[in-house]
């Protein structure tokens, strides 16, 4: 059974830094793409960040040069290292594995249970 | 203002059939990219109810169902019940954009 296991949220400060991590299990890690979601409270999910296999990887245009995402294989974790916080990325982040083939036709197969980052002094 | 566009509500009794639909342009389902719907219940994780289309995950029930047509996609649910309550996402990719969007979703009431 697959399971996604979402931490590292928490309260920080306009301007600061957090790093958001997914410990995958029940699949093999390395052959899947995978993906960051948030929703904003009162808002709608949103597409954040993808990572593929190879390490290719594509961001939303709001937090392209503030977010980083990036994947350790051996350990079977994605991470979502964000830096430069600002109130509009308040949300619960949640984890996504990502199905489909090798063009931009993916989707999201399995979620994580989500980690709220509230951005706030 | 999402580049995939959703009724923000739909309220249908117990028992009746609901469509939700997603309307979107020549850069994303117009342009052949398959659309996926999720639903994501209150205080829980998004689920995965349709991809690719017209295609069900095992465990989602047959009275979910997805179409496309032209720039735009619908899906329907027959015999409505409470637990089906949840707000519902469309999702494709955009070649403009060079994003993966999501519609701004629709909010299921069963009355």
């Known amino acids: 059974e697959v399971h996604l296991l979402d931490s590292g949220g928490g309260l920080v400060q306009p301007g600061g830094s957090l790093r958001l991590s997914c410990v995958a299990s029940?699949?093999?890690?390395?052959?899947?793409?995978m993906s960051w979601v948030r929703r904003a409270p009162g808002k709608g999910l949103e597409w954040v960040s993808t990572i593929t296999r190879l390490g290719n990887t594509y961001y939303e245009d709001s937090v392209k040069g503030r977010f980083t995402i990036s994947r350790d294989d051996s350990k079977s974790t994605l991470f979502l290292q964000m830096n430069s916080l600002r109130a509009e990325d308040t949300a619960v982040y949640y984890c996504?594995?990502?199905?489909?083939?090798?063009?931009?036709?993916?989707?999201?197969?399995?979620w994580g249970q989500g980690s709220l980052v509230t951005v706030s002094s | 203002q999402s580049v995939l566009t959703q009724p923000p509500s739909v309220s249908v009794a117990p028992g009746q059939r609901v469509t939700i639909s997603c309307t979107g342009s020549?850069?994303?389902?117009?342009?052949?990219?398959?659309v996926h719907w999720y639903q994501h219940p209150p205080g829980t994780a998004p689920k995965l109810l349709i991809y690719a289309n017209n295609n069900r995950p095992s465990g989602v029930p047959d009275r979910f169902s997805g179409s496309k047509s032209g720039t735009s996609a619908s899906l329907a649910i027959t015999g409505l019940q409470a637990e089906d309550e949840a707000d519902y996402y469309c999702q494709s990719y955009d070649s403009s954009l060079r994003a993966w969007v999501f519609g701004g979703g629709t909010k299921l009431t069963v009355l």
């Open positions: 029940g699949f093999i890690f390395s052959d899947y793409v």
């Open positions: 996504a594995k990502t199905a489909g083939g090798p063009t931009e036709d993916w989707w999201i197969d399995y």
């Open positions: 020549s850069s994303n389902i117009g342009a052949g990219y398959e």
